[in-house]
Structures are given as structure tokens and as C-alpha cells.
């Protein structure tokens, strides 16, 4: 049976990007997807370079 999941992207709001948070997450210092909700000004977009990123629960198709 597969397990309810819930996957986070971080979302450049300049340019569309998406990025699954469970590829990055390791290379952070942060433990969570909520740990990283907290801090999630502190990214940058790294196509764009803008700092315009949001955390969100589902990817925008």
C-alpha cells in the first residue's frame, strides 16, 4: 500500500522553477521541510538568481 506523502517544492515565483525539496534537503542544514519553511528567504533561485522563493506542498503543472 503506498504512504500518503506529502512533497514540498521550493517555487521561484520570478521565473517558475520548481525544485523538489528531497533532492536539496540533505545538502542543507535544515532537518525539515518545516525547518526549511522557516528560513525559506534566506534562498535564492538558482536558474534566475531571484530571491522571490516560496515553499509549496504540490508542484504547479
Do not use: W
Not at 504512504?3 to 517544492?9: A, G, I, Q, S
Not at 520570478?14 to 534566506?42: G, M, N, W, Y
Amino acid at each position: 500500500m503506498p504512504e500518503n506523502k506529502t512533497t514540498f517544492y521550493l517555487y521561484c515565483e520570478a521565473c517558475d522553477f520548481q525544485q523538489d525539496v528531497a533532492q536539496i534537503l540533505p545538502r542543507t542544514p535544515f532537518e525539515s521541510a518545516d525547518d526549511l519553511r522557516k528560513e525559506v528567504h534566506r534562498f535564492h533561485c538558482s536558474v534566475c538568481g531571484a530571491k522571490h522563493i516560496v515553499l509549496r506542498e504540490q508542484p504547479e503543472l
